[in-house]
């Protein structure tokens, strides 16, 4: 899964950057070279603060205004995306990639109904009428198991418990059949029960929409279960990368076996 297989999807090469500081310029991405395969699902794990999220948000072209890119590129379709302005950016945002957070109810627009925001993100990149997309939403609601979607389509955000408002972020990453879904932390906060649903959710609709997904997370119980490939980062570097079962069962790397010692993962495959 080196960045530039051929099977790949999306390629991060030797993407590097962070922010001004009062003290000097921290760098919090540093020479990042990674492939996402096509319809697999990678996990990028390490502890907070590794660079995860910000490398999910790069890949978006959702990063925040202040970081700065310093080097390499990330390859979509023969192009660097990383050079892209905001308004080439929303070409391919919500159509090839979509992006479920991991708080759902603060992702979701508080003040317009759940039905709302799904026609609009349909229509947005798909060439239907406001009925069209209506049926299509309240389709996309059944798909990720929400009950009486009809109902439920004219319900706000906080109406909505952690579980159910995680499955409407889904309904609307999906709605426009993206190739590439990247899930940052999508069970965070919510029950042990809850997230084992979510998950089992992410997994089927992953497979039989045949799309490539990328994982941010820091639960390898969750990796072991349901990843191909897994990215190993920490202080903003790429320390392993690889199939799962190899970079959990053997991994080469100091840090990689350091982080499976301290998590869950052992006591799950003990």
């Not at 540093?30 to 590794?50: H, Q």
């Not at 999220?53 to 990383?82: Q, R």
Request: charge should be negative; proline fraction near 4%.
């Amino acid at each position: 899964m080196t960045a530039t297989e051929p099977g790949n999807l999306l390629s991060v090469c030797g993407f590097s950057g962070g922010f001004k500081t009062p003290s000097g310029f921290k760098y919090v991405l540093d020479d990042v070279s990674f492939g996402l395969r096509e319809s697999a699902m990678t996990a990028i794990v390490g502890e907070t603060g590794s660079g995860k999220s910000l490398l999910a948000l790069s890949m978006m072209g959702l990063a925040a205004s202040t970081f700065v890119k310093t080097g390499g590129s990330i390859e979509y379709a023969g192009a660097d995306i990383s050079t892209y302005d905001d308004r080439a950016y929303r070409r391919i945002r919500g159509h090839d990639f979509a992006m479920a957070f991991q708080d759902a109810r603060a992702a979701l627009n508080p003040v317009i109904s759940v039905g709302r925001q799904l026609i609009d993100a349909c229509r947005a990149h798909r060439r239907v009428s406001v009925a069209q997309a209506q049926e299509i939403a309240e389709g996309m609601l059944r798909k990720v198991h929400v009950p009486e979607p009809a109902q439920r389509m004219r319900q706000f955000p906080h109406e909505f418990s952690g579980g159910m408002a995680q499955r409407v972020m889904l309904a609307l990453a999906l709605i426009c059949q993206p190739k590439l879904l990247i899930l940052d932390e999508p069970t965070t906060g919510l029950d042990v029960t809850i997230q084992a649903d979510i998950m089992e959710l992410i997994v089927d609709l992953v497979s039989s929409n045949g799309m490539t997904a990328c994982l941010i997370t820091h639960d390898l119980g969750v990796v072991a279960e349901t990843c191909d490939d897994v990215v190993v980062m920490y202080r903003g570097k790429v320390r392993e990368t690889g199939p799962c079962a190899q970079i959990l069962q053997q991994p080469e790397d100091l840090y990689t076996q350091q982080l499976l010692r301290s998590s869950r993962f052992e006591e799950l495959s003990a």
